[in-house]
């Protein structure tokens, strides 16, 4: 299965081809939501679309370090508007075994795989629908 493949910094992570809508240059500021969770880097307008955008190191809780602001992952989610602030995005891979990760896994994340020797990080896009949509219904 063919994955579009991104980076949070140096780490590598994945989502399948067909989940992701399309990759953006992201707009110079994004436009603040008043009392979002942190996670939630804010909005930007997309040929007259409102798009909510959620910086991806802190919805999986990673280490802080600088924000990314190089490309934004707009995911397909029907009608509702997701874009994933990452570093940056590599390219298109065929990913043919993604194994369980080590550790205790969020529901984002569907597994690890290797790619040209390196590990990758493989997304799973209900999981991560889900992740942001519990940091509205856990903010309150």
Do not use: C, W
Not at 25 to 50: H, K, Q, W
Not at 109 to 129: F, H, I
């Amino acid at each position: 299965m063919r994955h579009v493949i991104f980076r949070v910094e140096k780490e590598r992570y994945g989502l399948p081809l067909s989940a992701v809508r399309e990759v953006v240059v992201p707009p110079e500021r994004f436009t603040r939501v008043p009392r979002a969770p942190p996670a939630i880097t804010g909005v930007m307008n997309l040929r007259g679309r409102v798009v909510t955008v959620v910086e991806l190191r802190q919805l999986l809780s990673l280490p802080e370090g600088p924000t990314p602001s190089a490309r934004v992952v707009l995911l397909d989610r029907g009608r509702r508007d997701l874009g994933l602030l990452v570093t940056d995005v590599d390219g298109i891979e065929a990913v043919e075994r993604v194994s369980a990760a080590p550790g205790k896994l969020t529901p984002a994340v569907r597994g690890v795989a290797r790619l040209g020797g390196l590990g990758v990080t493989v997304l799973d896009p209900e999981g991560l629908d889900a992740a942001v949509v519990a940091l509205f219904t856990h903010s309150k």
